[in-house]
């Protein structure tokens, strides 16, 4: 099995900041890739940041130069440390991972996510 175990949400004036983290936990070989979705009311999922499988760092155009994704691949985590935060920035964060696991192979997983509250 595995885990994605996201933290670091909640409610932050305009301007503001918040860090996220995504901790990885269970039966992993290797992460092939690993980022940050959000889901707005009434939106569709869409990408926030991620690491590709070939190391690149891919942003969505909404958050370039306000947000930064970082990870630590000796404790699986992955971080989102967004600044300047705007009310459109509201929304359930998710944490997603491209796992391989020795007994299932390649894998796609999600975490809970996480509430995301940007007032005005």
């Known amino acids: 099995q595995v885990q994605l175990v996201e933290s670091g949400g909640g409610l932050v004036q305009a301007g503001g900041s918040l860090r996220l983290s995504c901790a990885a936990s269970g039966s992993i070989f290797s992460i092939n890739a690993m980022g940050w979705y959000r889901q707005a009311p009434g939106k569709q999922r869409e990408l926030v940041a991620s690491?590709?499988?070939?190391?690149?760092?891919n942003y969505a155009d909404s958050v370039k130069g306000r947000f930064t994704i970082s990870r630590d691949n000796a404790k699986n985590t992955v971080y989102l440390q967004m600044n300047s935060l705007r009310p459109e920035d509201t929304a359930v964060y998710y944490c997603?991972?491209?796992?391989?696991?020795?007994?299932?192979?390649?894998?796609?997983?999600w975490g809970q996510g996480t509430q995301v509250t940007v007032s005005s």
């Open positions: 997603n991972a491209d796992v391989y696991r020795p007994s299932r192979g390649r894998g796609d997983y």
């Open positions: 690491f590709t499988e070939r190391g690149r760092i």
